[in-house]
């Protein structure tokens, strides 16, 4: 069965989105489609210069006999900037606002075009880095660590505070929380990690950072490395950092109990500079 | 800007992939592109061609004035059987066998193309179903639901053993575990769901059903309806079953912890036979 290249570009287009970062051979789509491979190239050129103009991705050419090509999904510097505009101002609404200076975001962590977004955002900055694995902790970081999965194609490994009969043997280590300085314990499945992974630590909000750092150290007992860390919210007017290299898409400037007032500014997403498509 | 037709169709792929079960006006992608609606009308036919024949989803058209076109993600019977087949074969590994007789399924709930497929699977059956909102028992139905949610276009919400401070005000329900006929205690934020909402319960896993049935019971104290039950993997030879319309990918036949062997057969997902693209 042949097909025309309309139908070609469309079944690509869905494709090559359902596999980022794998390396595609011509061959595959040539066969596919009883196409040349000449009319893929070009089929593929189309593709990446769409993917490049809507903000969509890019593709990477990889040349030679065992060549083919990549899809990384990307955002435009002007989507991402409407993006975080937009989250800052859902984060600031009062009513978010709970006992003890916490907020409530449930409601963003429960929907899914957010968290493709936010996934998809995070991830553009990582498109090029060696990630094996994403690490997050149960249970408010796993839709935006699986969204981030989805974008980068990397599995998840999720860290929990007690161990499950169902998750088999686990390797289990205290830390200190770094705001209230309490001992915690968190607990990981020993066969959910391979040894000497390298890992994207994401998590949902950072403050301190101790509990990012504690995952730092079990990973540790891995022999794994940490490969980034990216979060959603970071809070800022932290006294102590426990971390220092991470990427935020927003940084929670203020939290005004008394005025019930919160104030949310961009995270160092921009600053960062990681990611963005090339001309936006 | 005016865009040539394969810049279009690469472009309306990925927004309706990215907006299923939305109404999209053919005037958006007519301003879109810059194009006349006649054009845009047929950019569409060729779409809902390419989908239905690749397996991807389908497309409903609305007509009239407030018209426009639903993208409804959707599975091939042929695709879906391969893929179901492919988890049977994947969760009968002798490995998987935990002490107790349960299975280790974590890698499988950490794989996001895994997670995708089963979501679009489950999905496509609820596909012209009216439903507000998924809900699922943290941690480990989470991925599942955030895949089916992705594929259907509303938000989740996560019932937790224990409330968080993060959560606001939470009601909590005791139910009788299934199985092990113990007393537990569920707990779902009071803001997470609106009253009167059509529930669909996603779950990774489900045995005599105690579980799905507390979120049953839950759900009355919002006032809400199950507009459906989807699990991946049910167990058989269950006495007494406290959930009767269910739809479940797989079904866990037999766990022999003497012999090492675990024997995965279908679901009932094909005697429902719901959400199969036509001709397929």
């Given at each position: 069965m042949k097909f025309r290249r309309s139908e070609r570009l469309i079944d690509m287009t869905h494709y090559l989105l359902e596999h980022p970062r794998q390396l595609v051979p011509l061959t595959f789509f040539a066969e596919r489609y009883g196409s040349a491979k000449s009319s893929i190239s070009e089929d593929l050129a189309i593709v990446r210069e769409t993917f490049e103009q809507r903000g969509i991705g890019t593709l990477q050419t990889v040349p030679g006999a065992a060549g083919g090509v990549k899809y990384f999904s990307k955002v435009s510097q002007q989507d991402a900037r409407i993006f975080i505009h937009e989250l800052c101002q859902q984060i600031e609404k009062p009513e978010r606002l709970l006992p003890?200076?916490?907020?409530?975001m449930t409601d963003l962590l429960g929907n899914p075009q957010t968290t493709h977004k936010v996934g998809k955002l995070l991830a553009a900055a990582y498109a090029e880095t060696d990630i094996d694995v994403i690490m997050t902790m149960a249970t408010k970081g796993i839709p935006i660590a699986h969204a981030v999965a989805t974008h980068l194609n990397v599995p998840v490994v999720i860290v929990r505070r007690d161990s499950k009969v169902t998750e088999g043997p686990t390797v289990s280590i205290n830390y200190v929380s770094?705001?209230?300085?309490r001992i915690e314990t968190m607990v990981l499945s020993k066969r959910s990690l391979k040894e000497g992974s390298k890992v994207l630590i994401v998590d949902d909000f950072m403050k301190a950072g101790g509990t990012v750092n504690g995952m730092r150290s079990l990973l540790r007992e891995f022999n794994g490395t940490v490969a980034g860390i990216a979060v959603l919210v970071e809070a800022e007017h932290?006294?102590?950092?426990?971390?220092?290299d991470y990427l935020s898409?927003?940084?929670?400037?203020?939290?005004d109990a008394k005025e019930n007032e919160i104030t949310v500014v961009e995270g160092n997403y921009f600053s960062k500079g990681k990611g963005f498509l090339p001309h936006s």
């Open positions: 003890g200076g916490y907020l409530y770094g705001s209230s300085k932290v006294e102590e950092r426990l971390v220092d898409l927003v940084k929670l400037q203020n939290v």
